[in-house]
């Protein structure tokens, strides 16, 4: 079965730049999150979708990051414009259904896409 | 705020000793407890998890002991080897209730086990 697919797995970019991330998840996997991980730091929910509606972005900075996930399958982050702090590691996981306790939740991760900002 | 808190930071064992990894954690809605491994490049791994309704849980080398009162959880990684070396994330979540459902993860701890 093949994993979560990330790219691009690194990116430089200058400050006030834009930047997208892409992300396909376990195929079938209804639950999309993207996570924040900045160095030293566990990581951080920005946002969560359940099919290609939003669930949760309450952590998401909506002034400068946005987030999609058009017919519920892959899903783009993109940050615009980007600053110096929004280096770190951006993860994406997917779960077969909403939640992480009950069977069949388990969270699957990715490898992540590393941003630099310059 | 910091609603899961990991001790140490970094940990150092020889192969074949015990390595263990505490976390606490202030919101006592968190009713699911999962542990993260990571390697270099990767990302997170669910290793084990526990709930509160049991005070320990064992799958292999690796055991989490669970102390509600407290409200600290730990990893034990018994005769430890060299290829667990990697950063362990502790975490919480309210998985009931018809919550949203969100990971609140640890610091993290790198873990290196000498051969």
């Known amino acids: 079965e093949a994993g979560v697919a990330q790219s691009p797995r690194y990116k430089i970019i200058e400050k006030r730049q834009s930047v997208a991330f892409w992300c396909n998840p376990i195929s079938g996997h209804a639950t999309l999150y993207w996570y924040q991980q900045i160095l030293g730091q566990g990581p951080k929910l920005l946002i969560q979708?359940?099919?290609?509606?939003?669930?949760?972005d309450s952590q998401l900075p909506k002034d400068r990051f946005s987030a999609e996930r058009l017919k519920g399958v892959d899903s783009t982050l993109k940050i615009q414009p980007a600053k110096l702090e929004d280096s770190a590691v951006y993860l994406c996981?997917?779960?077969?259904?909403?939640?992480?306790?009950?069977?069949?939740?388990?969270?699957?991760f990715g490898p992540g896409t590393r941003l630099t900002v310059l | 705020q910091q609603q899961v808190k990991q001790s140490p930071q970094s940990l150092i064992v020889q192969k074949g000793g015990i390595s263990i990894i505490n976390c606490a954690y202030e919101?006592?809605?968190?009713?699911?407890f999962p542990w993260y491994q990571q390697f270099p490049g990767k990302g997170p791994a669910l290793l084990i998890a526990i709930r509160p309704d049991v005070s320990e849980k064992k799958e292999g080398r690796f055991t989490i002991s669970f102390n509600k009162s407290a409200k600290q959880f730990s990893l034990h990684i018994m005769d430890s080897q060299p290829g667990d070396s990697a950063t362990y994330f502790c975490a919480a979540s309210r998985d009931s209730g018809g919550s949203n459902y969100k990971l609140t993860f640890g610091k993290g701890t790198l873990l290196t086990v000498n051969p």
């Open positions: 979708f359940q099919n290609n509606g939003v669930v949760d």
């Open positions: 996981a997917s779960s077969l259904v909403r939640g992480g306790g009950r069977p069949n939740n388990e969270q699957f």
């Open positions: 919101n006592t809605a968190f009713d699911y």
